[in-house]
């Protein structure tokens, strides 16, 4: 993307509401507060997964989660982002049309693991899952695999109540492995890679995939290990329903 063409065009989507010198704080000051609400929609979430993990660590002496880790998208992403949309670059578009500003990524040991935290989510009853995408059973033609999920979290502050949508990305170790080295391959536009290097990248996210799913069958003998890989469906069929509860809530 072009840096100074995304600039120009958020200034000139903009004009209207920067007619008078002080719009442009004004502005800044609503981005800032904007953004602390999304952060605050991250602690909630991920306090949640905290106190979950330690609840099935001691029924279980197992960790289904390795990591938890938080972003909240850059601005210039969330400028290219509306781009590409074909929206303009406003306030009112960030927050009615972008449902991934906040972010979380879980990375887990095995497959199942992956489709446990989302019945995980599914059961949290002020945790509302709007929509799922299952990328490890339908892996994008780059071969990245990941489970998309998008919920909508309460958040209380000290005089208002705000409903915050949250992307959360939840994935075997092995796949983030690849995500990471695949992302870092393609951050940088100033070289130029071998011409199969996208065949290769997929080649190299099947054999991953054979590994987790290899991993998996080793993971059977551990006492207690449930398969949960069947939950995706479940999700999904409940995707309507909060689809229609989501349209009625804002941020």
Same mark, same amino acid.
């Given at each position: 993307?072009?840096?100074?063409?995304?600039?120009?065009?958020?200034?000139?989507?903009?004009?209207?509401?920067?007619?008078?010198?002080?719009?442009?704080?004004?502005?800044?000051?609503?981005?800032?507060?904007?953004?602390?609400?999304?952060?605050?929609?991250?602690?909630?979430?991920?306090?949640?997964?905290?106190?979950?993990?330690?609840?099935?660590? %001691?029924?279980?002496?197992?960790?289904? =989660?390795?990591?938890?880790?938080?972003?909240?998208?850059?601005?210039?992403?969330?400028?290219?982002?509306?781009?590409?949309?074909?929206?303009?670059?406003?306030?009112?578009?960030?927050?009615?049309?972008?449902?991934?500003?906040?972010? =979380?990524?879980?990375?887990?040991?095995? &497959?199942?693991?992956?489709?446990?935290?989302?019945?995980?989510?599914?059961?949290?009853?002020?945790?509302?899952?709007?929509?799922?995408?299952?990328?490890?059973?339908?892996?994008?033609?780059?071969?990245?695999?990941?489970?998309?999920?998008?919920?909508?979290? #309460?958040?209380?502050? #000290?005089?208002?109540?705000?409903?915050?949508?949250?992307?959360?990305?939840?994935?075997?170790?092995?796949?983030?492995?690849?995500?990471?080295?695949?992302?870092?391959?393609?951050?940088?536009?100033?070289?130029?890679?071998?011409?199969?290097?996208?065949?290769?990248?997929? %080649?190299?996210?099947?054999?991953?995939?054979?590994?987790?799913?290899?991993?998996?069958?080793?993971?059977?003998? =551990?006492?207690?290990?449930?398969?949960?890989?069947?939950?995706?469906?479940? &999700? #999904?069929?409940?995707? %309507?329903?909060? %689809?229609?509860?989501?349209?009625?809530?804002?941020?």
């Amino acid at each position: 993307m072009d840096t100074e063409k995304i600039l120009q065009k958020a200034f000139s989507d903009n004009k209207g509401a920067l007619a008078n010198p002080g719009d442009l704080l004004n502005v800044a000051m609503e981005f800032q507060q904007l953004l602390m609400i999304y952060e605050s929609a991250i602690k909630v979430v991920k306090t949640r997964f905290e106190i979950l993990q330690d609840e099935f660590e %001691a029924k279980h002496e197992r960790r289904p =989660i390795a990591t938890i880790s938080s972003r909240i998208k850059e601005p210039m992403s969330i400028a290219e982002k509306l781009q590409r949309k074909g929206l303009a670059i406003t306030l009112d578009n960030m927050v009615s049309k972008l449902k991934d500003i906040a972010g =979380i990524r879980i990375t887990c040991p095995f &497959i199942s693991d992956v489709y446990h935290v989302l019945l995980m989510l599914k059961n949290q009853s002020d945790i509302k899952i709007e929509d799922v995408k299952d990328y490890i059973k339908f892996p994008k033609k780059s071969g990245y695999r990941s489970l998309h999920v998008i919920v909508c979290v #309460s958040v209380d502050f #000290s005089d208002t109540q705000r409903v915050v949508p949250v992307e959360i990305q939840i994935r075997t170790i092995a796949m983030d492995f690849w995500a990471s080295v695949e992302h870092q391959l393609h951050y940088k536009k100033d070289y130029n890679l071998p011409a199969n290097v996208d065949d290769e990248l997929r %080649a190299i996210a099947d054999t991953i995939a054979q590994t987790d799913e290899r991993m998996q069958s080793i993971a059977r003998h =551990i006492p207690g290990f449930v398969d949960y890989t069947s939950v995706s469906e479940e &999700i #999904s069929a409940l995707k %309507a329903y909060y %689809a229609h509860v989501i349209e009625t809530l804002e941020i």
